[in-house]
């Protein structure tokens, strides 16, 4: 027996099977959590959810740059290359015969999304957030004063903070934030190079911080020890950092103890390593090695910046001047209110790492300012059919790999249950990727395949193998689409 049709879509009671339906999935920062977000979608548009099965689902991949992968390649730490091994399932999605990747293609400028529309039966959105939150304080425009994104993309090779050159000649440098990249950047600061070498850093970052004079990093947030946004791994790391030893102020952590056995076990456990980094006395064998530590780390609580403070030709960055802060509320609700008193902190280098923030993509799409998301429901941009979005640029820049992931794929579920009820239409032909190569090849753009970018990452592994790295990543666009059409 034939089973019930409705528009171009069969259903039993168990499965949903799809024909000919086009998803495109647009993708414009090259650094964002944005590959997870993509890869999230594809893989269930692709293969199967628990409640749905789809056929001839074609997904095409649309990325700014010549290579993929966004986040895990020029966000996660080089020292991280356990979690850079989900590339190896993103590889499988892309290699599917139903999904094609088309690099070297800016989503808004080289074909804009409505473009997008009219050749896709459904469009989602996953760029990320590019944008950095600001200080709003003044001086932070001066030379040595660098948000996090860029120094990370400085040391992990995105092209376009290639030429950063970030200035390592100074003793102290203050990183503002104390979440997971504010303790990846300071641990790149700090860690031996003989560690870092064996690691995909770019070179010319190596150099830098072989040279570098660095030796104490304060890592600084408005609220307490309680507060602390970095996991346990991140944390441990630090503690465990060859070479280092931990400064802080006892005093900040009085009271913190008392507070153990009413916290969450993940808290529990964080804060609980937090104050025998901090306070309890260290063995012996920890003392020798502290001892014997030439570099410094520590946090420091209950401080909010007010101002970067001037070098005496007033160019560079001297120090920082905080605010001192106590906390007022209890559990979630808890803020951080300034108390009037003021701490200077001498330093050369500051490191904004306060959060991140998604940008309009094409004037196009809704956009909530404010917020800086899309508005959506579920994943499904408001009053726009067939337009979806889904990670950071859905809900904001929180979380880490695993949950935009988790994310992602519920706009996927999103999509196809809209297809199920006959929301979104695909039951129209639609041209696909043939329509925008169309429009690129009359606008000069060549899109990069996904076999192209084999060339690079096949080039870039023997350079690393030349020099001991798993890859020497290439930095210039121009000589990535030379290796890429060789």
């Known amino acids: 027996m034939d089973l019930p049709i409705l528009g171009d879509i069969k259903r039993s009671s ?32 692709l293969v199967h959810t628990g409640m749905f099965l789809s056929v001839n689902v074609q997904v095409d991949i649309y990325e700014r740059l010549p290579v993929p992968f966004g986040l895990v390649r020029f966000g996660v730490a080089p020292d991280h290359p356990e979690v850079k091994n989900v590339i190896n399932t993103f590889t499988q999605t892309a290699q599917h015969a139903r999904c094609s990747f088309h690099g070297n293609v800016r989503v808004g400028k ?44 400085w040391y992990n090779g995105l092209p376009r903070n290639s030429e950063l050159r970030p200035d390592l ?50 890592i600084v947030g408005r609220r307490g020890p309680l507060q602390v946004a970095c996991t346990i791994k991140e944390l441990r790391e630090m503690v465990n950092l060859p070479g280092t030893r931990p400064e802080m102020e006892a005093s900040e952590f009085e009271g913190i103890a008392e507070t153990l056995k009413s916290l969450a076990r ?52 001297a120090g920082i001047r905080l ?22 902190v001498e330093c050369g280098l500051v490191i904004s790492s306060i959060g991140y923030k998604s940008l309009l993509i094409d004037p196009a799409v809704p956009f909530d300012a404010r ?10 941009v ?49 041209p696909g990727s043939q329509g925008v190569s169309t429009l690129l090849e009359k606008r000069g753009v060549k899109p990069v395949s996904f076999s ?14 030349i020099k001991g790295k798993p890859r020497e990543k290439m930095l210039d666009v121009g000589e990535m689409l030379q290796v890429a059409r060789a």
């Not at 808890?334 to 008193?341: K, Q």
């Not at 979005?389 to 999509?415: E, Q």
Request: net charge negative; glycine share 8%.
């Open 169 to 218: 000649s100074c003793e102290t440098a203050v990183i503002l934030g104390q979440g997971n990249v504010a303790l990846d950047v300071a641990r790149i600061l700090l860690s031996p190079v003989d560690i870092l070498k064996k690691t995909d850093i770019t070179q010319h970052a190596l150099d830098a911080l072989a040279e570098s004079s660095v030796r104490r990093v304060l």
């Open 14 to 45: 168990e499965k949903l099977y799809v024909h000919n339906c086009l998803i495109c999935l647009g993708n414009a920062n090259p650094q964002g959590p944005d590959w997870c977000h993509t890869f999230a979608p594809a893989n269930i548009c």
């Open 323 to 344: 605010a001192v802060n106590r906390l007022e509320g209890d559990g979630e609700g808890v803020r951080a209110v300034a108390t009037g008193e003021v701490e200077d």
């Open 382 to 430: 408001q009053q726009t059919a067939g337009l979806y979005c889904s990670g950071w640029v859905k809900r904001g820049p929180t979380g880490v790999i695993a949950t935009t992931m988790n994310d992602s794929f519920d706009t996927a579920r999103t999509l196809l249950q809209d297809i199920g009820k006959g929301t979104l239409d695909v039951s129209t032909v639609k």
């Open 452 to 465: 192209d970018w084999e060339k690079i990452d096949s080039e870039e592994t023997r350079r690393g193998e």
């Open 371 to 380: 917020k800086a998301i899309i508005p959506n429901t579920m994943g499904r």
């Open 266 to 317: 993940p808290r529990k456990r964080l804060t609980e390593l937090l104050l025998k980094a901090a306070i309890e006395t260290p063995g012996e064998e920890e003392l020798e090695r502290r001892n014997r530590a030439e570099r410094a780390w520590g946090f420091r609580f209950l401080r909010k910046p007010l101002e970067v403070l001037p070098s005496t030709d007033l160019i560079r960055a």
């Open 110 to 153: 080289d074909v804009t999304v409505e473009e997008l529309q009219e050749a896709y039966h459904a469009v989602v959105l996953s760029y990320g957030a590019e944008g950095n939150r600001t200080m709003g304080v003044p001086g932070e425009d001066l030379a040595g004063v660098y948000s996090a994104k860029d120094f990370v993309g």
